[in-house]
């Protein structure tokens, strides 16, 4: 299991292929859960690539199953954030951790923010639903820790029920057939272009690099 803390992942030459980031309040065909949502809008955002790829595997599920978008697109600010909130936490909980193991731990559940997928546009949290917005069983809640679920947060964690593994598969299944990796200690999490992609795909580098969306948006005004 690759980590984000493995420096593999850092190694990985960054460039930013240009592509935009767009709402996906814009793309009727993606459905999109408010439990994230941030006053400027950006867990809506995502690069245009990684929203193709989203329609294309909603386009393989089941019938009666629809992708839900949680959160796309995250600051550096609240990457770091959530970061430093986690590790802290762990730190209260296992004083006799190192700080090498701590920080590996805590990559387990959030990227550092120097490879931060989220921060690129190119990362995805997301569940699955039916038509009419109930969520299906996935073992564990979006977003659930590995220390507060005993790593049943894990993709291929072997203590969830055969319903909640049958519809891992099934996003696996969609969205890996789409381009998508996913991370392994959190089923819900998904990306493209990012280091993370690059490095489990043999890219070379990356598509996408990490973007300020304060300001891209006053680039586009101005432009």
Request: hydrophobic share 40%.
């Amino acid at each position: 299991m690759i980590l984000l803390s493995d420096p593999r992942v850092a190694a990985v030459p960054s460039a930013d292929d240009g592509c935009p980031l767009v709402d996906l309040r814009e793309l009727p065909e993606l459905r999109l859960d408010g439990r994230a949502a941030d006053p400027s809008g950006a867990y809506t955002r995502l690069r245009a690539g990684v929203a193709d790829r989203l329609l294309a595997a909603q386009r393989a599920l089941p019938a009666g199953v629809r992708l839900l978008v949680i959160e796309g697109y995250r600051p550096y600010q609240a990457q770091l954030a959530i970061f430093t909130g986690y590790r802290d936490e762990l730190r209260r909980r296992h004083p006799d951790w190192s700080p090498q193991r701590l920080h590996r731990e805590t990559t387990k559940f959030v990227s550092p923010v120097e490879v931060a997928p989220h921060s690129t546009g190119g990362a995805v949290d997301l569940t699955l639903c039916t038509n009419d917005g109930v969520e299906l069983d996935l073992g564990t809640a979006v977003d659930a820790t590995p220390e507060d679920s005993a790593d049943a947060c894990f993709t291929d964690a072997p203590t969830i029920d055969a319903a909640a593994r049958r519809h891992r598969q099934i996003m696996v299944d969609a969205l890996g057939g789409a381009g998508l990796v996913n991370y392994p200690t959190e089923w819900w999490h998904w990306s493209y272009g990012d280091r993370y992609w690059a490095l489990t795909t043999g890219a070379p580098r990356t598509r996408y690099g990490p973007v300020d969306l304060a300001a891209a948006a006053i680039g586009a005004r101005v432009g």
